[in-house]
């Protein structure tokens, strides 16, 4: 796979990203001593002795070498800190998209300075015959029928990116300047190019150096092709490197039958890794290959066995690899794909009509990391992939990239294996012993030296915002988790205020209270005395405290209504713009004055149509100035909290652009709507407390003839495939769309890496490095049975959402229907061999009617209801920056009966026993009035008391005499002294853990207004606008068999 479009890396390594925090976990060095198996097994404990020692230990024990200074101090570049450049393409945008619809907008991608592949011709043809209303290459077009996803699809485009116009930043002097270039269609086409370097247009690509490129290092097409020409030679490399004997993860020496890995000999390499030789599968039949998995090859009528929706949690397919390939792969939390076994083909791939695609989540915390530091890292030279797993090691010298084939050595200092401190054996280093790992960056992966931690808090304080009460909360939490803001000594932090004006605070030490400096000029905002306002926070902390306990009442009689966010913003981006850092901006209502001021557009009795609602921004104010941000490594974090429209279409962008994320507080009160001040509270907790890593950048790199061409997800695209990440934080997921660009039919393995560069809080540059390992198949049954039916679901409404922008919503709507019926008639046509009646899925594929049903039912896609377009938006940055499991339960909620929790089957996690109910389908079949049913929507709890409900849960459990004293508001169960209590509390504050947003409990009785919500998360009963799911199979049936 090339990938024509990538600047030639100059060869030095790639870098990651940041993080901090928990250090328990994730600081863990490899030093010596023992170790365990790795991460997947996640047994390694602090206790272990690995633990113990400083980085830099390690190195030290090797042989002495050539190795790159090591300077405290690196290229720290001046005018090439950041360099944003080339390309640029939003989230969702496409580099080479056959798969959409042709509609102009998506078309127009393909010009100008954004290189193009080459399309199959099986795709061209499909490219252009594809009919709207799908995502999948030769859909087949859907006749209109009485049925309600069937809309014709609006013609009108809007455009939803930002004109290009030249622009120039001032103010600070190191500031590069950018300037917007476009050519082709203004609207798609803009390019951010540094300006002093003349684009080199060969290949109408940009050669321009990247310094992010330079840094982590380019794709394949950086390097001409040492990939092996003969396939044989693929195959027969002499022994692989994984396929270890068993007892070979216990770092004890192998004792069993181990043999020395140079004395296994796969005579067909890859193959050896799988237990049924995939040889013989290609062969026949569409039952080949998943002997495992025996239920896996159930072929299942959907309209006889209708409950399908397992009582546990769904588990991802786990991928058809030898079990010493699979032992070692990525954890599917961390990194998944929407099929486990890859199609050797595009062409197979298209008759599938399944999207093919990663799921990641890729700074997940996680309870054990292992963190390598040392001053080599090993990657190829060729394409830049780091060492893993899933490479061969021809022998102890020399070891081959899983990606691009490439020979490389294994270099002197990494045959010492520093965990068994044996030299002479690089298979068992632990960068070749886990797919998720992390390494300490020398100093050629920094640009600049590692960025202090920088915290700008921006809040409105005009009379609306004043009334909302929001402030009490905000600088309440704030002064709380002051000293537990990730950082170090060089932490800074500042804050600015704004209603028609903006006002600075000087922080300097020595102060005796902060100063408050009001500029009244918007038009050409100006900083009062910079150096001040940012602050060291260990310095100033009592100043900072200070403010935080007078910010709150300094406003309060103000009549001041109007608002100028978006010059407030533009000040705060001259402040940062010299480190660089997180800005987190309060707004409680439509910026109504300077740049970036809007006007309401949404219209209530429209609120229902699926027609000309406004999905796009109005102006691209807030994009550009996401951009600007991006240039200079500020992540813009937008906490929404207000009660009339504000245009989230429009703000959004100064979030999703620059890699933040967006918080929304709808109707916040802080007497009116006391569950949204507890929401806040929880939220902020996590978002202040939670990891962050700083001025990072992510690649996603796979195995050569596969190619990525749509990102999905907060952040910007450089120069191709680069994305950029000012900030990157736990809670962040990321979808990207592929396809196979050339034959694999000479190979049985395919991998996929992400890399993240980043800085932590404590000043370390990081990389975070996963690898995910799959098996190449050449049916069109193995595909379908390897299918992953939630990430498919996740990949799909990600493709949605960006239907819904640049198309309509409902032809993202009729998408989504498509692609069931796409995949199922592809699955009867052309694998069942004989046609019965009824409705015949794949196992692997049982629940993708209902997904997409409750896809359609969720709140970004659904018509018919009374959903505010700021509601609806919101939604939609959901699905693109959550990660896949959030989604799922947002999308179709977990429904427990809880009024009858036993410790049968309970976890039981440090002390606590977590009840563990069954999970049910989502009808009103499955609930009765005599018990209470608990509702896991991911962002919101309901428990549904039935009026029958037993005295025993309502004294017990509610702390209530009888059903008419159930509180018509009630979001909190009282801890009470009884076992029943107290599991049900264990259980719901399990759910809770981890979650990105503080899940909100609502107890609801029989009339409670709550009620509707419960009964509209039922996806699979009918509503007034939408089928049932047993509707929603027939009309499936009906066009499946067509
Ligand atoms: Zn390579």
Request: hydrophobic share 35%; proline share 8%; with cysteine.
């Amino acid at each position: 796979m090339s990938q024509p479009g990538i600047p030639i890396s100059g060869g030095a390594p790639a870098g990651l990203q940041a993080q901090n925090g928990a250090a328990s976990a994730s600081g863990s060095l490899y030093t010596n001593g023992p170790v365990q198996n790795t991460l997947m097994s996640s047994q390694v404990s602090v206790s272990q002795g690995y633990n113990s020692q400083l980085p830099g230990s390690y190195p030290h024990l090797i042989p002495a070498k050539t190795l790159n200074p090591v300077s405290g101090q690196s290229n720290y570049g001046g005018s090439q800190t950041v360099s944003p450049l080339s390309n640029y393409q939003g989230p969702g945008q496409t580099l080479y998209r056959p798969l959409v619809a042709s509609n102009p907008v998506t078309t127009s991608l393909h010009g100008g300075s954004v290189p193009r592949m080459p399309l199959p011709t099986s795709q061209n043809a499909a490219a252009t015959s594809m009919p709207s209303g799908s995502f999948l290459p030769g859909a087949s077009v859907q006749p209109p029928s009485n049925w309600q996803y069937n809309y014709p699809s609006t013609g009108s485009q809007t455009d939803h990116c930002p004109r290009a116009s030249s622009q120039s930043l001032s103010g600070n002097t190191n500031l590069t300047t950018h300037q917007y270039v476009s050519s082709g269609d203004p609207s798609l086409q803009n390019s951010f190019i540094k300006s002093g370097i003349t684009p080199n247009t060969n290949n109408g690509s940009m050669v321009v150096h990247n310094s992010y490129d330079e840094i982590e290092g380019g794709g394949f097409s950086a390097t001409p092709q040492h990939t092996n020409k003969n396939p044989t030679m693929n195959r027969s490399v002499g022994y692989s490197y994984p396929s270890l004997p068993p007892g070979y993860q216990n770092t004890a020496p192998p004792s069993t039958t181990a043999m020395p890995p140079s004395s296994l000999n796969y005579p067909s390499g890859p193959q050896g890794f799988n237990q049924t030789p995939l040889g013989a599968n290609h062969l026949t039949t569409s039952m080949s290959g998943l002997s495992l998995h025996p239920e896996g090859l159930r072929v299942i009528n959907l309209l006889q066995e209708r409950n399908m929706l397992p009582s546990t949690p769904l588990q991802p397919p786990v991928p058809n690899l030898h079990e010493d390939i699979q032992k070692l792969n990525c954890n599917p939390e961390l990194f998944r794909c929407t099929l486990t076994s890859i199609p050797q083909t595009q062409a197979l791939l298209n008759k599938a009509k399944l999207p093919l695609g990663l799921l990641l989540h890729p700074f997940k915390d996680l309870v054990q990391l292992p963190v390598v530091t040392s001053s080599t890292i090993v990657r190829c030279r060729s394409c830049r992939t780091y060492i893993n797993p899933f490479v061969s090691f021809l022998d102890q010298r020399r070891w081959k990239c899983n990606l691009c084939y490439r020979v490389n050595d294994v270099p002197e200092e990494f045959m010492y294996n520093p965990l068994t401190r044996v030299y002479g054996e690089p298979h068992r280093r632990p960068e070749v012993q886990n797919a998720t790992i992390e390494f300490m960056a020398p100093s050629e992966y920094m640009l600049r030296p590692p960025q202090p931690p920088v915290y700008l808090f921006v809040f409105d304080v005009s009379h609306n915002a004043v009334e909302t009460g929001y402030l009490n909360t905000v600088c309440q939490s704030l002064l709380d988790n002051l000293d537990l803001l990730p950082g170090n000594t060089r932490t800074k932090i500042g804050f600015i205020t704004f209603d028609s004006t903006i006002h600075f605070y000087s922080l300097q030490e020595g102060l005796s209270q902060p100063q408050m400096l009001i500029v009244s000029d918007i038009e050409d905002v100006f900083i009062p005395m910079p150096e001040n306002l940012l602050v060291n926070l260990n310095e100033s902390k009592e100043l900072v405290q200070d403010l935080l306990k007078t910010l709150p009442q300094m406003f309060t009689k103000t009549l001041e209504t109007q608002s100028a966010l978006g010059p407030a913003l533009q000040a705060a981006f001259k402040l940062m713009s010299p480190t660089g850092g997180r800005m987190s901006v309060f707004q409680t209502q439509l910026p109504t004055l300077g740049v970036g001021a809007l006007r309401p557009r949404e219209e209530p009795n429209q609120r229902s149509s699926a027609k000309e609602i406004h999905l796009t921004p109005s102006t691209d104010f807030y994009k550009k100035l996401a951009l600007d941000c991006s240039g200079q490594q500020v992540a813009v974090d937008l906490f929404l909290l207000s009660g009339q429209y504000s245009d989230l279409a429009s703000l959004g962008c100064i979030s999703r652009y620059s890699a933040g994320s967006v918080y929304y507080y709808p109707s916040y009160h802080h007497q009116q709507n006391p569950v949204q001040v507890q929401k806040l509270q929880k939220e902020l907790q996590r978002y202040l407390t939670r990891k962050i890593g700083f001025e990072a950048v992510m690649r996603i790199r796979c195995t050569k003839g596969l190619s990525i061409h749509t990102f999905h997800g907060n952040f910007f695209v450089r120069s191709t495939d680069l994305l950029s990440l000012p900030n990157v934080n736990p809670d962040a997921g990321y979808a990207v769309q592929m396809s196979v660009e050339e034959s694999l039919t000479d190979t049985q393995l395919v991998s996929f890496q992400s890399a993240l560069l980043y800085t932590s809080s404590k000043g370390e540059r990081r990389i975070r490095v996963h690898t995910l390992c799959l098996p190449v198949v050449s049916t069109l049954n193995e595909v379908f049975l390897g299918a992953d039916v939630q990430a498919i679901a996740g990949l799909l409404a990600n493709m949605a959402v960006d239907r819904s922008v640049t198309a309509s919503l409902s032809d993202a709507r009729d998408a989504l229907v498509n692609a069931v019926i796409d995949s199922l008639s592809a699955y009867r046509s052309s694998v069942l061999s004989n046609q019965q009646p009824g409705l015949m899925v794949p196992f692997s594929l049982r629940l993708f009617p209902l997904f997409v049903l409750a896809l359609l039912k969720q709140k970004s896609f659904q018509t018919g209801t009374n959903a505010r377009l700021d509601e609806r938006i919101f939604a939609m940055c959901q699905v693109k920056n959550q990660p896949l499991v959030y989604l799922m339960l947002t999308t179709h909620p977990s429904l427990y009966r809880v009024d009858n929790l036993s410790d049968e089957g309970a976890l039981n996690i440090n002390d606590r026993t977590i009840p563990q109910p069954s999970i049910l389908q989502l009808s009103v079949e499955k609930l009765s009035r005599d018990g209470a049913f608990l509702m896991d929507a991911g962002s919101v709890l309901m428990l549904w008391v039935g009026k029958n409900c037993g005295q025993n849960f309502l004294s017990r459990v509610l702390g209530v005499q009888n059903y008419a004293l159930i509180p018509q508001t009630m979001t909190d169960l009282p801890e009470l002294d009884t076992p029943e209590s107290a599991r049900i509390i264990a259980f719901i504050s399990w759910l809770r853990e981890q979650r990105p947003l503080f899940p909100i409990l609502y107890v609801i009785r029989d009339e409670s207004p709550m009620k509707a919500n419960f009964l509209q998360n039922m996806v699979e009963d009918r509503t007034e606008s939408a089928l049932s799911y047993y509707e929603f199979l027939l009309h499936i049936q009906q066009q499946v068999n067509k």
